[in-house]
């Protein structure tokens, strides 16, 4: 079960914080990733963790922006975003684990074992 929290609307330039509980397995055992899905677009994983915190990554487009981090004391994933920009508007989601990804077409289709329900975030310019 995950729980994501910290969504608002927020002007550019803006900056949030987001959260994931996470419950029913053994966080500190798992690696974590957070994921957006934009208006109109499928999901996209945009960074990863691992169990230990140890490693991360992310896509380009928020490289330096944004911060992914965990408190494994308290089953809880971060997203901390900064220089938030409109098209960082998005649904977030917290997802078990690094997920698989399909291309397509050129598109990425990404599935994970879990993922909670989401919080929205809107940057207006």
């Known amino acids: 079960h995950l729980v994501e929290s910290g969504g608002a609307m927020v002007e550019a330039g803006g900056s949030l914080r987001l959260s994931c509980v996470a419950s029913?397995?053994?966080?500190?055992?798992?690696?974590m990733s957070w994921v957006r899905q934009r208006p109109g677009e499928r999901i996209d994983r945009i960074s990863t963790i691992d169990y230990s915190s140890t490693y991360t990554d992310y896509v380009d487009s928020v490289k330096g922006r944004f911060v992914i981090s965990r408190d494994n004391t308290k089953n809880t994933l971060y997203l901390d975003m900064r220089d938030l920009r409109p098209d960082d508007t998005a649904l977030y989601f917290c997802?078990?684990?690094?997920?698989?990804?399909?291309?397509?077409?050129?598109?990425?289709?990404?599935?994970?074992?879990?993922r909670g329900q989401g919080t929205q975030v809107t940057v207006s310019s």
């Open positions: 029913g397995f053994t966080f500190s055992a798992t690696d």
């Open positions: 997802a078990k684990g690094l997920g698989a990804v399909s291309v397509i077409d050129g598109i990425n289709y990404w599935e994970f074992d879990a």
